[in-house]
């Protein structure tokens, strides 16, 4: 019988039994896993039929649709979380990669984490290696000594590799390192490398850099320019060029272009990462680099504050009888400096000062004289020193040189003053220094070395070494056992040249774990311009071993207490003035005549044993050396 197709349909047939829609709606929203998302299933549990809804003879799930037919449960599952996970990766990486390309603070963020794990990783490891290094047992000093060179040269490679890596910032931050006399030796020739070690700027970002500089194309500011730098550096590089308007070659120093981007937050990421090895390991702090940096880098990368320098250290020289030359300043912008362009070797090239005629001895003398006089008269000093700022060339007909040559000072971005009273007590060291050992120039030296580094009796041994590059000097150390029996002298004007036994002696007492802490202590404690001066001190005592000089190793010490023995008198002179009213003519007139005369003993008594000393150093250069050294004791 057929079924007459517009008979009446009832409620029930015509809608779904309640049963039917719960079963619905458990199928349509199906869950497959806790990792899974909610899904519509491929049909309906139910179908339709003339006289009403019927459910199916089975109720699909995931695992009866086609794409899913004939492969094995453990196929399945890999197959359910696959899709999931694959578009969920592909989503977060290009969120990621247009984050980083478009948002700044995402890219710096994400660059701060990974440069800081690298010297984060390089310190933490250093300092483990120190500890178990130090903890472990010797059978001898020499064994003890070769243990802790190790240790030196392995914790520097491993920083030495991070700063690479990180570049910028931190390859300056090596560079500072390098040039710390107070530092072990392995790590000093560990981290020199880096003074050559910078990669430049493409043209195409010079060219940008002017433009967004200067306002202006190359083409219009030079009418011609060198696009290979002569010399590049952890902050800038240099080209050569022949500017429109002043007619001059010139020397066109420019900032590499992403350095500003990335300068705080690498200065934030070693202040971060060396305050976190402070809090792990108080004995080893290194928070003073952080400090540092901080306070230098923003000078070192302003070249208007370089061109300033530059001008006010030509001008303090102006009256000045000296070979110190400073190249003229044409323009500077905060990331362009143009200068005038000086041809010339550098000041420890051998070959060039034979090949012009020029005498090594002078040279050295000249750089204790150039530095002496920033350091200790004028209170103002350039705090970069290497050989690198530093050229040498013949002096010409028209040049006020006393010589014939002329030493060419480079890179002023970075000076420092001294306050009256630090420079003063800072010279009277020094002429501590120079008098023989006595209890009072004992108890001179450790008052004095409070005054300027913050020094405590126990720390003074390393202090003065640090200072003069030389073992301590006769009862500086209260402990005599780390003598390592070498006998000292008693004043710094007696040290006899370097010899192994000193060597020896040097490499006994840094083999010492509580002489290392101490340097480290020396170096939290001193202030930031003691520490510059340090830097000149061992520029000066390098430049002289390095130039081959015929004279004593203390006769560029002769120089330094001339100029410090100046500028004790001109503050005893300031003093006299201003205490006048208060001594009266006649206390004011005795106090000058015993200064006065203080001031003419000591400037006389330098002068001659600077002329001894020259004296030697001119037989040393014509008679055989065998003659010489009779000669010279006779002098004695």
């Known amino acids: 019988m057929h079924t007459n197709p517009l008979r009446k349909v009832t409620r029930t047939q015509m809608n779904p039994p309640r049963q039917f829609i719960q079963v619905a709606l458990q199928g349509m929203f199906c869950k497959f896993g806790a990792r899974s998302r909610w899904i519509l299933p491929p049909r309906l549990p139910f179908r339709h039929c003339r006289d009403g809804f019927h459910p199916c003879q089975q109720l699909p799930s995931r695992q009866h649709s086609s794409r899913f037919t004939g492969l094995p449960p453990e196929r399945r599952h890999a197959v359910k979380l696959g899709l999931p996970l694959a578009v969920t990766l592909l989503t977060l990486g290009g969120t990621g990669y247009v984050a980083y390309e478009q948002y700044q603070p995402f890219r710096h963020s994400l660059l701060a984490i990974v440069r800081c794990s690298r010297v984060a990783v390089a310190a933490v490891l250093g300092t483990l290696d120190y500890k178990i290094t130090f903890a472990r047992s010797y059978t001898s000093g020499a064994e003890r000594a070769q243990g802790y060179s190790r240790c030196h040269t392995r914790s520097a490679k491993r920083v030495l590799k991070a700063l690479l890596a990180n570049g910028g910032v931190f390859i300056k931050l090596g560079q500072h390192m390098a040039s710390l006399i107070v530092l072990p030796k392995e790590w000093r020739d560990t981290m020199r490398p880096l003074q050559d070690r910078c990669d430049p700027t493409s043209y195409e970002d010079v060219e940008a850099l002017f433009l967004s500089d200067i306002g202006k194309p190359i083409d219009e500011l030079f009418e011609d320019f ?14 050569t060029g022949k500017h429109r308007e002043s007619g001059k070659k010139v020397a066109v120093k420019l900032q590499h272009p992403n350095l500003a981007e990335f300068c705080e937050i690498d200065m934030e990421m070693v202040s971060v990462t060396l305050s976190w090895i402070k809090r792990w390991f108080p004995e080893f702090e290194f928070t003073w680099l952080s400090e540092e940096m901080r306070e230098n880098l923003p000078k070192e990368m302003d070249f208007v504050n370089e061109a300033q320098n530059a001008r006010r250290a030509a001008a303090n020289f102006a009256n000045v009888s000296t070979s110190l030359y400073i190249p003229e300043v044409i323009s500077a912008t905060k990331r362009v400096l143009i200068m005038e362009y000086i041809q010339g070797a550098r000041v420890d090239d051998l070959a060039f000062l034979k090949q012009e005629g020029i005498d090594k001895n002078k040279v050295a003398l000249e750089l204790a004289r150039i530095f002496g006089r920033m350091v200790f008269v004028d209170g103002w000093f350039h705090a970069d020193p290497h050989p690198g700022n530093l050229l040498i060339r013949r002096a010409a007909k028209d040049s006020r040189s006393p010589y014939n040559f002329e030493i060419v000072l480079l890179d002023h971005g970075l000076y420092f003053d001294m306050d009256d009273q630090l420079r003063i007590n800072y010279s009277k060291w020094w002429l501590s220094l120079i008098a023989r050992t006595s209890p009072k120039t ?18 003074y041994p390393v202090f003065e070494a640090a200072i003069t590059g030389r073992v301590a000097l006769e009862g ?15 004043s710094i004007i007696d040290v006899p040249p370097f010899s192994e036994a000193e060597g020896q002696a040097i490499r006994n007492a840094v083999s010492n774990e509580g002489i290392l802490l101490s340097v480290l202590d020396v170096l939290r404690r001193i202030p930031r311009r003691v520490v510059m001066v340090l830097k000149l001190n061992d520029l000066t005592r390098s430049l002289d071993h390095a130039l081959a000089t015929t004279h004593s190793s203390a006769r560029i010490f002769l ?8 500028a004790v008198w001109q503050d005893d002179y300031r003093r006299i003035q201003h205490g006048l009213r208060l001594y009266g003519w006649l206390g004011s007139l005795r106090c000058f005549a015993s200064c006065w005369w203080k001031y003419v003993k000591g400037y006389t008594t330098l002068t001659i044993m ?17 003659y010489a050294c009779k000669l010279t004791k006779k002098l004695r």
């Open 226 to 239: 060198d696009p290979t730098p002569i010399g590049v550096a952890s902050l800038a590089q240099v080209h």
């Open 442 to 459: 004992l108890e001179d030296r450790r008052k004095y070395a409070e005054l300027v580094g913050n020094i405590t009796p126990d720390l």
């Open 476 to 490: 500086a150390w209260q402990d005599e056992s780390y003598s390592g029996g070498y006998d000292r002298a008693s």
């Open 559 to 566: 120089i330094t207490a001339k100029y410090c023995v100046a």
């Open 610 to 626: 600077e002329t001894v000393m020259d004296m030697r150093a001119t037989l040393t250069r014509l008679v055989p050396m065998r």
